[in-house]
């Protein structure tokens, strides 16, 4: 059975078949002592910062388990704390798709300056790392996908099922407490090069805590009550910090072992249509990686991709330029 090649109302897409590498960019730093802080080569991470990741991946999940006994207390959850949760689940998830991923690790489309920045400071508000360690992270794992170099591949130890629960296991969170760093100047030196990433890169901590304290301080503003305060920082804060994440994890893990693999790719990237609500479009993980600088993932009839529905917005309001979309000047 053939492979069919990717299309877009009737137009072939260009497929990748040779594995991309970083994108061409520009030398170096302006800065070129500031430059020397993401080092030339794979680095182990620090142990003060080794912790921090337990801190962030673990006090989510102590979060939730407050919420629900909080919520089993007093009778649910209150329209305030799901309005705050919705609205930065909106705000830090878009900042992650539409800036992380599809600005800045693909170039998907341009954009002016204030957008750039609030994108970034946007993707921050996650709490998946800095900008430039996660873009990073997120071209090695092009350059490498599902073969040995890949920073988070479910196939990592094998095909067996024992091998592959495990790997799963790795792709989805444990390749966060791996130590071994991937070397920025490697494979984000454009990013490097640009001040405001830099300065936002740097502000990363800032930015983390403010991911929690603005829930926390709209809850207190909207409620009047220190509860009130303390719920929307559990739910507004930690569980939506907890969902952002296993819905990105999960493009990570099973976006690379189940679902449907329609178009040609040199790895097992998959379609897996119920996470493409949630994740915004992510999960069309086939066509992303057979053509990953395009700017919709969702290239099929009914393939919901609404981060490519605010990239399209962005552009119609003068924000966005040269956006790849799926056209005839994509054309195999």
Known sequence: MSIPTPTFEGVALTVTDARPTADPVAPGSPDAAEAQDYGTSTKRRPGWEQALVYVVVGLPVVGLIVGVVLAAMFGGISGTDVGIAFLFYLISGFGVTVGFHRLFTHQSFQTNRPLKIALAIAGSLALEGPVIRWVADHRKHHAFSDDEGDPHSPWRFGDSPRA?????????????????????????????????????????PVIALSSLLAPTLMGYALTGTAMGAFTAYIWGGLVRILVVHHVTWSVNSLCHVIGERPYKTMDQASNVSWLAIVSFGESWHNLHHADPKCARHGVEKRQIDTSAAVIELFEKAGWATNVRWPTEKRMA
């Open 164 to 204: 592959l629960f495990k790997g799963l296991l790795w792709a989805h969170t444990g390749w966060l407490f791996d130590r071994e760093q991937t070397s920025a100047r490697r494979w984000a030196p454009d990013l490097i090069a640009d001040p405001d990433l830099r300065k936002i890169n740097k502000l990363f």
